[in-house]
């Protein structure tokens, strides 16, 4: 081929054969670096922004239109169009390769983060708008125009087509977003690269070669921090700045500020935040220490926060606290870092409170009673082993656990987004014994949530509320029993270890909420 | 699964094991062992090379030769009928047969059985038993209530097929319109058969077997294949045929072409499990599988078990019979006049021990491989996520289940795979050869390959493979099996001399060798003269 190449173009300039092979196989290159960029653009902007029709489009389309301009603007390079290109290459690796690092880490920093995106696209659009009709004129000597055009055009689609390809099933899935990004701004050095080597003779070359090997370098780096700055881009998945991110063996918490504002997420789905979790704390709490004359002993499964713990040491009949929570990093967590331990007032650390490690299923089934009140504070049902801990089996445990006249209170997800997995709760307390009765309250950050409250015997209205709640009056308090029809008690299963019916609604019932 | 498996078959393969395993030394392997029945007790039984019994003769009332769940059941329902001078021998140093399981610092785990399905209505003596053992905790409305922490946990089931785990056996996505008219008009069927009750009065497939009807109108199935059945019946869809495959080797280790159609369609219509709410679909199961159960009969009969005795001779003697025992321990033999002797072993072994008694018949085996793997973590997936049984349409294995499943840790850390392969496609004989001279580096190499194909998430977590052979795992019930007079003749067996397995239900499930085994022991009582009234 290369000798095809030297035969067509008898009068092109002097130079070796293999420079036009290189020349050929950088359209391939940059046609398949320069969808790849259009494509980390679009994705992340969808990923960060959401709405990915409107984000893909308007990428798409100032990505093309950026590429007209970078078209139009080719006709002023005069003379020396190889080390423009060249130079082009150098900028498109810098620019693309660093695009999608850059965005994750900008997104949290910046004002207006569509600025950042759109400029970013601009440039390199008109970067790589520039680059074909370079070619195009770099190769016009060695084909015949026909060869040329089809040559050219012919690469030029074959690369989109890997990109298109590559992208959604090779680079995302196993690169993710930020490797890729390096990886193609390394394929476009590397084109620079090939050619100031194969033209080192002709012309001087240093400068850009020092270029184009800082920007390699830096790519490099890049690539080798990409797992560093997929932590920093936490940032971005959190929209609000991570102060703390830890994976243990049970899950991922992640704790972030901004402002006053501190949030807790348990493998990216939030569970409070310190602007309104008071409302969520005091609702678990009040209406059952409120309803039991002698709460001395108190159990509460999850809640390895200790805000809900928090609350109820307020009480001063309250004489012990026992929490069993599955995750030994979280209790310490929140007893052990000060400004962690300060949003339960030192909770976890109190000698009324003993802290069990353990996982809740089974520890109910070895556990003796009995407690005054019980405060059942799990995580949504998003899976069969968190499910298990809303079955009848798990809740017939639990009843043996609680005092003949106790109480407990279980958090049992949005009434509103999902009634039916809401009431399945109740069904559930009722199948395993339970006299049961559901209330809801407005937590900003979640919306409208459910708890129920479960007792060997009649649930009253009577409640005795301590002073200086900032959520609960006695007023409020009977309001919360209240459902409007949206929210009303509705046909639900019971949810049993053998047939998770829980798991599966509330799956259900999110994802139609969701979309 | 009942069958006390592969004992000349390992034999032959001693060497061939020894050598291969000093030949695996030096390279770098993954730890395990390679299991299956004691196979220098079973040459000795093959070959007969027993010493004479010698000291004084002991006499005994019933004696039952086999500690399987069938045996075990006999000594379960003599001892709850308050009789106690019997006495079990095993061959093996514990009792079980194919119930038995394994134990490491992950996890109890089976090596063969593995589950109970709820019991239909038909099946009095078990139910007396799961009620016995807590396993059912009362009733409702007179139906029984099972108790939830040892029916399966869901999610049951999941099946990877093109790609991604979905819940379920039968694929949902991706099938033909003709795939899903076909396998709804076959479940429709299986419900009219489910629902069927002969001219008899007696249901059409019933689980113990022994209960289902005589109308020729269903046993006229035991004369051609379930393939051939499948065929005439126009079920032809290849998505369908897979599933219907897939039953007839996860219960009887046999393709659909070697098994009748009275047992393939027994597979699918013979289930009426009887439990309140939804709970009659459901399995029992146990981190070690259905050695729950076999254990919890052991201990209730345990002063009467004898582990590590062949019983290798029983003949009539008298209106009694004489059984000559083998102590392994003590290395000599000696003799037992009982006046009832239960042969509770296959019928291919019992044939050995009393040829005067019982005909060869038709019977024939399948062999089975099961791998307990040790991995790191949970496996993962595309999809569903991970179910007690995990199966893959890709795979000619059965796929694998999760020994922790009913266990609550959720952390995902380390836990036991059971995996198994039924060695369908070979003729028995085939079959096992291959089995019994396949060296361990191969079987782990097979299982790891198959489950890395299922699970490429496991790839550098499989800690250890300890794989365990079973050379006569399950009788096949090959077309004409419910007429074989062998069969039948061993079923009405009078006293002295009894047989209790459930190779004669020709259905290797622990509901018949349970019956077989009440049965025998109430045949027995009956003969004694002992009070009882009848389970069954």
């Known amino acids: 081929m290369a000798e095809d190449i030297a035969a067509a173009s008898p009068e092109g300039e002097k130079a070796p054969a293999s420079l036009a092979v290189i020349l050929l196989v950088s359209v391939l290159v940059v046609a398949t670096c320069g969808l790849i960029y259009e494509l980390l653009a679009g994705t992340l902007a969808s990923y960060l922004l959401g709405d990915s029709v409107t984000q893909f489009s308007t990428v798409i389309g100032t990505y093309l239109f950026a590429m007209g301009v970078g078209s139009w603007l080719s006709r002023h390079v005069r003379g020396d169009e190889m080390g423009v290109f060249v130079r082009v290459e150098i900028m498109i690796a810098a ?115 020092a270029a184009a090997l800082v920007v390699t370098a830096s790519l490099i780096a890049g690539l080798a921090m990409a797992d560093r700055m997929q932590r920093w881009s936490e940032v971005a998945f959190y929209a609000e700045p991570v102060v703390h991110a830890r994976s243990t063996p049970y899950q991922r918490i992640v704790i972030t500020r901004r402002g ?9 789905n939030l569970q409070f935040s310190t602007r309104d979790e008071y409302r969520y ?62 949003l339960n007032g030192g909770s976890l650390s109190s000698p009324r409170m003993t802290v069990h490690n353990a996982d809740a299923f089974r520890w109910v089934r070895e556990a003796q009673g009995p407690y005054d009140a019980i405060l059942v504070d799990f995580p949504d049902p998003t899976e069969f082993s968190l499910g298990k801990l809303y079955t009848e089996s798990f809740y017939r445990e639990v009843a043996r656990l609680l005092a003949p006249d106790g109480l407990m209170t279980v958090q049992s997800t949005s009434p509103l987004i999902a009634p039916r997995s809401y009431w399945t709760v109740a069904s559930t307390l009722e199948a395993a014994g339970f006299n049961a009765r559901g209330y809801h309250a407005y937590v900003p950050s979640f919306g409208e949530w459910g708890f129920t409250l479960a007792a060997h015997r009649p649930i009253g209205d009577a409640v005795r509320l301590p002073k200086g709640l900032r959520f609960l009056t006695p007023a409020s308090e009977r309001a919360m029993f209240d459902f409007p029809p949206d929210m009303a008690r509705r046909p639900a299963p019971v949810n049993r270890l053998d047939n998770q019916a829980l798991v599966r609604s509330f799956a259900e019932e999110w994802g139609k909420y969701e979309g | ?83 106690d001078r019997f006495a079990l021998f095993e061959l093996e140093d514990r009792t079980g047969g194919n119930a038995r399981s394994g134990r490491n610092a992950v996890s109890a785990y089976p090596l063969g059985a593995h589950y109970l399905p709820v019991p239909n209505r038909e099946a009095g003596a078990l139910r007396h038993m799961l009620r016995q053992f807590g396993m059912i905790t009362g009733e409702r409305d007179g139906v029984p209530v099972y108790d939830p922490y040892q029916l399966c946990a869901d999610l049951e089931e999941r099946l990877l097929w093109r790609g991604h785990w979905q819940e379920g056996l039968f694929p949902r996505q991706g099938i033909t319109a003709q795939d899903r008219a076909q396998h709804e008009a076959f479940e429709r069927r299986m419900a009219e058969y489910r629902a069927a009750t002969g001219s008899d009065g007696k249901p059409a497939f019933a689980i113990p077997m022994a209960f289902s009807s005589e109308d020729p109108r269903f046993r006229s199935l035991d004369r051609e294949t379930f393939a051939a059945w499948l065929d005439r019946e126009g079920f032809t869809s290849g998505v ?66 004898r582990p590590a005795h062949t019983v290798f001779r029983v003949a009539p003697a008298g209106d009694g019979a004489h059984i000559d025992v083998f102590n392994h321990r003590a290395r000599r033999s000696r003799r037992l006049r009982a006046k009832v002797a239960v042969l509770a072993m296959p019928h291919f072994v019992a044939t050995r021990i009393a040829p005067e ?180």
Request: aromatic letters at 8%; a negative charge; glycine letters at 10%.
């Open chain 1, 95 to 209: 620019l693309g390769g660093w695009s999608a690092a850059g965005l994750f880490m900008l997104f949290p920093l910046v004002g207006d983060f569509r600025v950042v995106l759109y400029a970013l696209v601009l440039a390199i659009g008109v970067l790589v708008g520039l680059e074909i009709p370079l070619l195009i004129r770099i190769l016009r000597h060695r084909f015949a125009f026909r060869e040329l055009v089809s040559n050219v055009l012919t690469y030029d689609y074959v690369g989109a087509l890997i990109a298109s390809l590559l992208f959604p099933l090779v680079l995302v899935p196993w690169l993710g977003m930020i490797r890729t990004g390096f990886v193609f701004g390394l394929a476009n050095v590397a084109v620079a690269l090939a050619l100031l080597f194969a033209l080192r003779r002709q012309r001087s070359v240093a400068a850009d070669m």
């Open chain 1, 260 to 268: 006053e504002d501190l949030r807790l997420y348990l493998n990216g």
């Open chain 1, 281 to 342: 704390h005091e609702a678990l709490v009040w209406p059952v220490l409120g309803r039991v004359a002698n709460p001395a002993k108190v159990l509460i499964l999850g809640g390895g926060d200790g805000l809900a713990a928090r609350e109820v040491l307020r009480d001063p009949r309250v004489r012990h606290v026992t929490l069993v929570d599955l995750d030994p990093e979280m209790t310490h967590l929140f007893r052990d870092t000060p400004q962690l331990a300060a």
């Open chain 2, 1 to 83: 699964m009942k069958a006390e498996p592969t004992r000349r078959e390992v034999l032959a393969v001693g060497s061939a094991l020894a050598a291969s395993t000093l030949a695996a030394c030096g390279e770098e392997a993954i730890p395990g062992t390679l299991g299956g029945a004691d196979w220098q007790r079973g040459h000795l039984l093959r070959d007969g090379h027993f010493p004479e019994p010698e000291g004084a003769v002991e006499d005994v009332d019933v004696v039952i030769a086999g500690g399987g769940v069938a045996g075990l059941a006999t000594g379960w329902r003599l001892a709850e009928a308050g009789f």
């Open chain 2, 240 to 305: 369908l045929r897979a599933w219907l495959r897939y039953g007839c080797r996860d219960d009887y280790g046999s393709e659909p072409e070697h098994v009748s159609a009275w047992a393939g369609i027994h597979y699918f219509a013979g289930r009426r499990g009887w439990a309140t709410d939804d709970d009659g679909d459901r399995e029992l199961t146990w981190p070690e599988g259905n050695d729950r159960l076999a254990a919890r009969m052991a201990g209730r009969i345990s002063g009467h078990l």
């Open chain 2, 357 to 536: 008694t019982a005909e060869a018949g038709g019977f024939s085996y399948a062999p089975w491989v099961t791998a307990n793997v040790t991995v790191a973590r949970h496996p993962e997936g595309k999809g569903t996520s991970l179910a007690w049984d995990n199966v893959s349409t890709a795979s000619e294995s059965l796929g694998y289940v999760v020994a922790t499943h009913q266990s609550e840790a959720t952390d995902g850390g380390k836990t036991v795979l059971t995996w198994y392969m039924p060695l369908s496609r070979e003729d028995p004989k085939e079959a096992r050869k291959i089995m019994m001279t396949r060296p361990l580096r191969d079987w782990q190499a097979v299982v790891r390959s198959d489950l890395l194909a299922m699970n490429p998430d496991l790839e550098g977590a499989i800690e250890r493979i300890d794989v365990w052979r079973w050379g006569h795992a399950m009788v096949r019930p090959s077309p004409g099996f419910l007429s074989d007079p062998a069969r039948r003749a061993a079923n009405d067996a009078a006293p002295p001399i009894l047989f209790a397995h459930s190779d004669l239900s020709g259905l290797s499930l622990f509901e018949e060798a349970h019956h077989r085994g009440v049965i025998a022991a109430e045949k027995a009582l009956a003969h004694l003269r002992h009070a009882f009234e009848s389970l069954a």
